[in-house]
Nanobody, 122 residues
Framework: QIHLVESGGGLVQAGGSLRLSCVVS????????LGWFRQAPGKNFEFVAAIDSDGKVTEYSDSVKGRFTITRDSSKNTVDLQMERLEPEESAVYYCVARLYLPVRTTNWSFWGQGTQVTVSS
């Protein structure tokens, strides 16, 4: 059973940066693809970014490509999301997710964290 704990959310001005981190425990870190989703109030979950279990392949939604970077650190069992040039419409709860080996852009992920709030002020 994988356990995911996010941190790093908060309030940032439009155009600013924020770094989210997620600690992964309870399983073999190298077996799991990791990713981030977000959910704004009244909206569906939205895929943001993902990285495969080897850390060699990354995927991004079109809306964040070029501004967000996902990385994983096997020495710390963490996955981070560096977010640049944030926009107010990106205010949401950001969730860390995990599934075996390969990432997908749907919500078909086995494990979800509790989420961390990101608020971007205009």
């Amino acid at each position: 059973q994988i356990h995911l704990v996010e941190s790093g959310g908060g309030l940032v001005q439009a155009g600013g940066s924020l770094r989210l981190s997620c600690v992964v425990s309870g399983g073999t870190f190298s077996r799991y693809a990791l990713g981030w989703f977000r959910q704004a109030p009244g909206k569906n979950f939205e895929f943001v970014a993902a990285i495969d279990s080897d850390g060699k392949v990354t995927e991004y939604s079109d809306s964040v490509k070029g501004r967000f970077t996902i990385t994983r650190d096997s020495s710390k069992n963490t996955v981070d999301l560096q977010m640049e040039r944030l926009e107010p419409e990106e205010s949401a709860v950001y969730y860390c997710v995990a599934r075996l080996y390969l990432p997908v852009r749907t919500t078909n992920w086995s494990f979800w964290g509790q989420g961390t709030q990101v608020t971007v002020s205009s």
